[in-house]
């Protein structure tokens, strides 16, 4: 029996499953604190073994073993989205009225709470459409899709993680002004003032300037890598615009179903009289199901 085969490089996985599931941890810790030592191992290992599975089923494409690369996507997505789905559903009964208990006050969440839930999910969501695509994929040989792949995978890190960063190493600086760092005081310096209630400028400048640089950045990349990407060049700039723009509108509307999916609990809690109870179980239930009924339409429909 021949050796299976492997073109795949396994430290991209490795590097992308500390990194993201670093930042999965961070995400977490935005919805329960103060955080204990079993929370944050297990978000890391989430994200951690989602990356691991991901690399499993890339392994069994390459041996020409798409329906088994398929159930190794699948089984992966479906894991992966319960503990998103439990952070939409958390998210929302925090900000609810009354939806932890009559009389109990909601919470308005600061941007960076908006930011983290909104890019993390939607770009960490962009990589498993990437891999579909890619075991979909049968216009090119093994060597030629490998690559076309690690530069989408390398530009979607790009994407998802630049911002990320920026806003990690801004909280860092800014925790300086909340609290005493280190054992030395000084009675004779007045206490730091109190931050202020609203976000200025220099707030929202930190936040969304790499956002835009991050984007700014992927466009130079897909213009560098254009042919390597599998794009034609029509020789008119505005089709080669419109035929980028069809990649992007396909997913802004998978982004668009995921998310959706995801929040069908938020949905059914807008209803009155539903407990926070019911909200977590169907987080829980509802999301893995409809995953589940698409693996197995995927497999009848595009059985190879």
Same mark, same amino acid.
């Given at each position: 029996?021949?050796? #299976? !085969?492997?073109?795949?490089?396994?430290?991209?996985?490795?590097?992308?499953? %500390?990194?993201?599931?670093?930042?999965?941890?961070?995400?977490?810790?935005?919805?329960? /604190?103060? #955080?204990?030592?079993?929370?944050?191992?297990? *978000?890391?290992?989430?994200? %951690?073994?989602? &990356?691991?599975?991901?690399?499993?089923?890339?392994?069994?494409?390459a041996n020409n073993l798409v329906?088994? +690369? @398929?159930?190794?996507?699948?089984?992966?997505?479906?894991?992966?989205?319960? =503990?998103?789905?439990?952070?939409? %559903?958390?998210?929302?009964?925090?900000?609810?009225?009354?939806?932890?208990?009559?009389?109990?006050?909601?919470n308005s969440a600061p941007i $960076?709470?908006?930011?983290?839930?909104?890019?993390?999910?939607?770009?960490?969501?962009?990589?498993?459409?990437?891999?579909?695509? @890619?075991?979909?994929?049968?216009?090119?040989?093994?060597?030629? @899709?490998?690559?076309?792949?690690?530069?989408?995978?390398?530009?979607?890190?790009?994407?998802?993680?630049? =911002?990320?960063?920026?806003?990690?190493?801004?909280?860092?600086? &800014?925790?300086?002004? *909340?609290?005493?760092?280190?054992?030395?005081?000084?009675?004779?310096? =007045?206490?730091?003032?109190?931050?202020?209630?609203?976000?200025?400028?220099?707030?929202?400048?930190?936040? *969304?300037?790499?956002?835009?640089?991050?984007?700014?950045?992927?466009?130079?990349?897909?213009?560098?890598?254009?042919?390597?990407?599998?794009?034609?060049?029509?020789?008119? @700039?505005?089709?080669?615009? *419109? &035929?980028?723009?069809?990649?992007?509108?396909?997913?802004?509307?998978?982004?668009?179903?995921?998310? +959706?999916?995801?929040?069908? =609990?938020?949905?059914?809690?807008? %209803?009155?009289?539903?407990?926070?109870?019911?909200?977590?179980?169907?987080?829980l239930t509802i999301p893995p199901?409809?995953? !589940?009924? /698409?693996? &197995?339409?995927?497999?009848?429909?595009?059985? $190879?």
């Amino acid at each position: 029996m021949m050796a #299976p !085969t492997n073109p795949l490089s396994f430290y991209r996985s490795i590097d992308f499953g %500390a990194s993201a599931g670093l930042m999965f941890l961070a995400n977490s810790i935005l919805f329960y /604190a103060p #955080p204990d030592i079993q929370t944050l191992v297990l *978000f890391f290992l989430v994200q %951690a073994l989602t &990356q691991l599975a991901g690399f499993c089923s890339e392994v069994f494409l390459a041996n020409n073993l798409v329906n088994e +690369a @398929k159930n190794a996507f699948w089984v992966a997505g479906i894991l992966y989205v319960v =503990p998103w789905a439990l952070r939409f %559903a958390m998210f929302f009964l925090t900000i609810k009225e009354d939806a932890l208990g009559e009389g109990t006050q909601s919470n308005s969440a600061p941007i $960076q709470v908006w930011f983290f839930l909104g890019w993390i999910f939607q770009t960490f969501f962009l990589f498993p459409l990437a891999l579909y695509y @890619k075991i979909q994929d049968n216009s090119s040989n093994n060597d030629e @899709k490998t690559l076309r792949y690690e530069i989408v995978y390398s530009l979607l890190s790009f994407l998802a993680k630049l =911002p990320l960063l920026a806003v990690f190493i801004g909280g860092s600086f &800014q925790r300086g002004l *909340f609290t005493t760092l280190g054992n030395e005081t000084d009675s004779s310096t =007045p206490p730091p003032p109190p931050p202020p209630a609203s976000f200025d400028g220099e707030t929202y400048l930190a936040l *969304f300037l790499p956002m835009g640089l991050s984007l700014l950045g992927s466009g130079v990349i897909v213009y560098f890598f254009w042919t390597e990407l599998g794009l034609e060049d029509y020789g008119s @700039k505005i089709r080669n615009f *419109f &035929q980028v723009g069809k990649v992007a509108g396909i997913c802004s509307l998978y982004l668009l179903l995921s998310t +959706a999916v995801l929040f069908i =609990p938020v949905f059914i809690g807008l %209803a009155p009289n539903v407990n926070a109870t019911a909200v977590t179980y169907m987080s829980l239930t509802i999301p893995p199901f409809v995953a !589940t009924v /698409a693996w &197995q339409l995927d497999l009848r429909f595009n059985n $190879q």
